[in-house]
Every structure is written in C-alpha cells, then in structure tokens.
C-alpha cells in the first residue's frame, strides 16, 4: 500500500477524530479485526461485535466506525475516527485509493479460462512492466481490498481475476479495481446454485458493461453462444472480439499442435501473425488471442504481445501431463470443474490419445443448484458419446455421470462407481498401463490430493 497520512483519509472520508491524534501514517487498511497490526486503519464496516482482544493490541492503529461507543476504554494511543456512516465512508477510501494511480486495468471474468487468460496477461506484461495481479484463482469478494492496496507508485499495470459466484460480484469488483479493459473468455453453466437459471448468470456476467463505463473496451468470446445472449445497445465502450468466427477482430487459424506446444495464426486488420504457446487444446488458443487483445488495447504490439506467450508455463492443476503408474499418463485436471470445462477436457482427451486406451476419472460438480443431477447425467451421456473407453466415478453425488454414461450406450463393465478416493484407487492400479491415459477432473472444493499422489510418478 502506498503510506498515507491519516490526515487525508480522514478528510476524504468526513472524520472525525474522537480520540488519539491524526498525527499518524497508515501503512494498511483492513476490515477485520484479526488483520490489524501497527499503522493499520481499521474500517469496522461489518459492524462487528467488539472485540476484547482489541485492548491487547499495541497501538499505534486506527479504528474508523459509525459506532465509536463501543470502541470505548481502548488505549490512548488507539485512534478513533467517527463517521456518519461506515458503508460510505468505506467506499470514498476505496475510490479515492484506486483513484491516486493512473495505469491501465484489465479485469477478466469467464466460466472457463479465466485464470489462464489472466495468466497469460500478466505474462504478457511483466516484460516491460512492474504488474500488480491476483493470485492464481483466489478471486472471492473478502480479497478485492488486499489486491487493490497491492497497487502502488511501483506499479506500472494491474490485471485482477474477476469471479462471479452471486449477483452483483462483476458490479463490486469493477467498483474497487475500475478496469478500463474487460474480458469475458465463455459462458457455460455454473454457480447455478445462487442465479438459478443460465440466463440469470449471463446477466451477472453482463454487469461488466456498467462497470466499464461508456470509455471502457469489453473483449467477447465471437464463438460462444451465451455471450451472444449479451445485450450490447446501451454499452457505449469499444467491443473487440476474438476466436474463429468471420465477427472476430482477432480471428483464429491454422491450430496446429506439434510436440507439446500449439502453433497458430492470428489475423488482425490487415496483418497476420503466427505464434506459438506451450500445451494443448483449442480453448488455450482461444486464452491466448484474448489475452493478446487485452494486452494490444493498453497499448502493446501484437507481435511482442504473442511473442511474450511462447515462455508462459501451463498452470498447476490445468489439463497437466504427469507420469503415471504402470508407465501410464495421467492429465491432472484437478483445479475446477463444471459442464463446459470437462466436455472440452473431454474432447481433447480422446484427440490426444493416439490409439490409447482413454479414461476419465470425474467428481461432482458442485454449484449447480436444482439442475445438478440433469447436468450430471447430461455429461454422463457426452463421456459417451465421445467413446471414451473407460468411466469411474467418486462419491453418490457424481453418480449421475455413470448413470447417464450407461443410458448412453457405454458397456456397464466400463462404467465403475466408487465411493471414495481409496475406491478409486484400487480400480486405477489395475487399470492403468503403458498403454492408457487418463483423466482426473475434480474441483479444488473437493480435494482429491491424496489419490493424485498415488497414481501420479512425476511430472512430465
């Protein structure tokens, strides 16, 4: 954080000191009670009860609260600023913050590949700039307050993870970062359990264009079918699409995996690029084109921006190529998992398979709400009709993927239910050969850590 006399805050926000002195410089802002430390500046804006544990905290520190009262008895040399109200004055603190640094901001949402894309952004950008970003894919709400002070006179460029888990997320978080560039990679099912219906996640994925603004540049996803459901007439900002449509203004060709990496062509205007990044799958090219458009609209040329990518590193836990047991090959892709995600990991496995025998180890999907066992059955179905060669499931609520694998034509002797991980790992040590490669799509919200460990050698 960029250190700030108390003074100026106080000002900003209408303070009023009840006790202590504004002769302080704050080194933190914080909105709990377990974060604080010395020159910290506490926003008590979930009105929290007191805290006892506050009298044993050295000062100096700062509390700011609508209810100073309760604060009372606190050490002399504790700081409390009375506000008219701490919601308000909470956010006059966060605008004023984000609004001391000029720099380009690019927010990037999606059902899938957001955390790539943002990857890749920052990849792009650390070759010439100091970059301010979130941390893999820890892009919860409670965590917008700690990524936005990480912004100071160093920073030279930001990109920030935007999740989208309730209504109104998209809203607040443009609300602390204020992004001139936002990117949207897909939309597929997810995160059913709080929006209910796809159309009301779309919406929540639409709030980007009020949180752009009229001057703001929004890249879309030209192939992907939700995000057509966006209704674009009152936003005013520039729309640049990317993917492998004629609409596409950064228009994909010529994928051609080779060894381990993916070769392809980007067109923009009148020029034609190729390029190269490390991994698989088209939905990694797609990642790429977005994060090159993201980066060309604050300013970086396209080649220096695709060049960049040939270095980045395939993200932990992303569709990663490990050794297995018995010689085998075993795709971690144990980081999330929903509809979209694992009918793409679906897919690419059976066209990286070569003639081995495919198999495809799956955990629930979380987050889906009334419509979870339809989506399970309805992936169920798709590990079918892709002929995958073997299917085990783990746990009762991920049993609606054999139930719809088996009413879908796959043999019932290829179709296993296990109970746990310790199941599943027996079936696996007598399935897994040289001759095999299989697939481990999991969710972090479920950890599967341990049978990783025991069918995985070493990274390949």
Not at 170 to 190: A, E, H, M, W
Not at 268 to 276: I, K, L, N, Q, S
Not at 364 to 380: C, D, I, P, R, V
């Amino acid at each position: 954080m960029k250190r700030l006399p108390l003074k100026i805050i106080a000002a900003i926000i209408n303070g009023k000191i009840g006790q202590g002195t504004d002769n302080l410089v704050i080194h933190d802002v914080v909105t709990d009670t377990k974060r604080i430390k010395r020159g910290s500046l506490f926003f008590d804006v979930n009105r929290s009860k007191y805290y006892p544990d506050l009298c044993q905290l050295n000062g100096p520190y700062v509390i700011v609260s609508d209810k100073p009262a309760k604060f009372a008895g606190l050490k002399d040399n504790i700081t409390i600023v009375t506000v008219a109200e701490i919601s308000s004055a909470y956010w006059k603190f966060v605008d004023f913050y984000r609004g001391i640094f000029n720099i380009p901001v690019i927010g990037v949402t999606g059902t899938c590949g957001k955390t790539t894309t943002k990857e890749m952004i920052k990849h792009i950008l650390t070759g010439t700039a100091k970059v301010c970003a979130t941390y893999k894919s820890n892009n919860a709400l409670f965590r917008n307050l700690g990524y936005l002070l990480k912004i100071d006179d160093s920073i030279q460029a930001a990109v920030f993870e935007m999740g989208v888990a309730f209504p109104g997320d998209l809203k607040t978080s443009c609300r602390y970062f204020k992004p001139q560039v936002g990117v949207i990679t897909n939309i597929g099912v997810d995160h059913l359990q709080e929006f209910g219906t796809l159309e009301a996640y779309i919406n929540a994925k639409a709030e980007f264009l009020e949180g752009l603004g009229s001057t703001g540049t929004l890249i879309l996803n030209a192939d992907d079918q939700n995000i057509q459901a966006i209704d674009l007439k009152q936003f005013k900002g520039r729309v640049i699409y990317f993917g492998f449509g004629d609409r596409s203004d950064f228009k994909l060709s010529k994928i051609t995996p080779e060894n381990g990496v993916i070769k392809f062509t980007l067109q923009y205007e009148d020029g034609t690029y190729a390029f190269v990044i490390p991994g698989h799958g088209e939905f990694n090219v797609c990642n790429a084109a977005a994060a090159i458009a993201a980066a060309h609209a604050i300013g970086f040329d396209i080649p220096e921006a695709g060049g960049r990518l040939a270095s980045f590193q395939n993200i932990e836990r992303h569709f990663e190529f490990k050794e297995g047991i018995n010689g085998s090959t075993i795709i971690d892709d144990t980081w999330s998992t929903n509809p979209t995600s694992v009918e793409a990991a679906l897919n690419l496995l059976k066209s990286l398979a070569q003639g081995k025998k495919t198999m495809v180890v799956l955990g629930k999907m979380s987050l889906l709400g009334e419509q979870s066992a339809e989506y399970h059955f309805q992936t169920g179905a798709k590990v079918a009709a892709i002929g995958i060669d073997r299917l085990i499931v783990i746990g009762d609520e991920a049993a609606g993927f054999g139930l719809g694998a088996l009413q879908n034509g796959m043999g019932q002797e290829n179709v296993f239910f296990c109970k746990d991980s310790t199941d599943t790992y027996e079936i696996l040590k007598k399935s897994l050969t040289k001759d095999s490669i299989a697939l481990v799509k999991t969710s972090m919200l479920t950890s599967y850590k341990n049978l990783m460990e025991k069918i995985v050698v070493k990274n390949m």
